[in-house]
């Protein structure tokens, strides 16, 4: 009988949801609020040359605002990258990592691009920085992840049929399939529908099917499961990575520790 060993997320969860939102606007008090009180996951893109704006939050707000959730990058200044210098490019991602990972108090690796607009050569200055991923403002209507991680092309923005979108992703029965909603906080205000993202966040939360992940540990957790090294009939897998994976084989869910060499029997 043929092993179908197939990819599962973070304790076996078949899907997963992330959510991303930019420019540290000081609605994000208010959206993060409702992601907590659900238990839902985002990653928050900051410009750290502008924290302390008449708009934005504060430096010292974000490490407590943002905790749980992923602080992450969106260029210093926000400008177009794609119409700056390389060196320009260079001090614009350096000093927002920078200053946000005196914020975070961890390594910031991810970012959204300012306008969601780039092009080849930013993502070749992003790769030479240490940037793992980039999300653009690319709607795909899709879930899955994407081919290259420096071109995330989300889900939808949240104004974008999200509770239809919510409910086809419900009824999805295939494995390692992913949820990515975008936005800005301001919005909410904007067109006074806070109700849309807590309707959201009601409708998606304590599903055991789903991993509830930030951009970061979804990218990280993927990056682990390429390393995974199979024999040719998928009967050994060894895990080389620090963290624990998830396999389906035949339909069964098995646990892959750190380091750990397996025999993936089948059930």
């Known amino acids: 009988m043929r092993r179908n060993v197939r990819f599962l997320f973070h304790e076996a969860k078949p ?74 490019v260079v001090r614009e991602m350096l000093d927002d990592r920078l200053e946000l990972e005196k914020i975070a108090g961890y390594p910031v690796r991810g970012m959204s691009y300012p306008f969601g607009t780039y092009s080849q ?63 800005h906080s301001y919005e909410f205000d904007r067109e006074n529908n806070w109700n849309l993202i807590e309707d959201f966040c009601a409708e998606i939360a304590g599903d055991a099917t789903i991993w509830y992940a930030t951009n970061i540990e979804i990218y990280d957790y993927a990056a682990a499961l390429k390393r995974l090294e199979f024999s040719a009939d998928s009967s050994l897998v060894k895990n080389p990575n620090a963290m624990p994976v998830w396999l389906s084989v035949n339909g069964t869910p098995v646990k892959v520790m750190p380091g750990e060499l397996k025999t993936l029997n089948i059930p």
């Not at 839902?40 to 749980?68: C, P, Q, Y």
């Open 15 to 88: 899907k997963a949801l992330t959510l991303s939102y930019d420019d540290g606007n000081v609605a994000d008090r208010r959206l993060v609020g409702i992601l907590n009180k659900y238990n839902v996951k985002g990653s928050f893109h900051l410009n750290a040359g502008t924290l302390g704006g008449d708009s934005t939050i504060s430096a010292s707000e974000a490490a407590g605002l943002f905790r749980g959730h992923e602080i992450s990058c969106h260029s210093y200044t926000h400008p177009f990258l794609e119409r700056i210098s390389k060196a320009e």
């Open 121 to 183: 050569e930013v993502i070749e200055v992003l790769k030479s920085l240490d940037i793992v991923y980039a999300r653009t403002v690319k709607s795909t209507g899709q879930f899955m992840l994407p081919d290259n991680f420096l071109e995330w092309h989300p889900t939808c923005h949240h104004k974008d049929n999200l509770l239809e979108r919510t409910a086809q992703f419900k009824k999805i029965s295939y494995p390692f399939s992913v949820f990515y909603v975008w936005g």
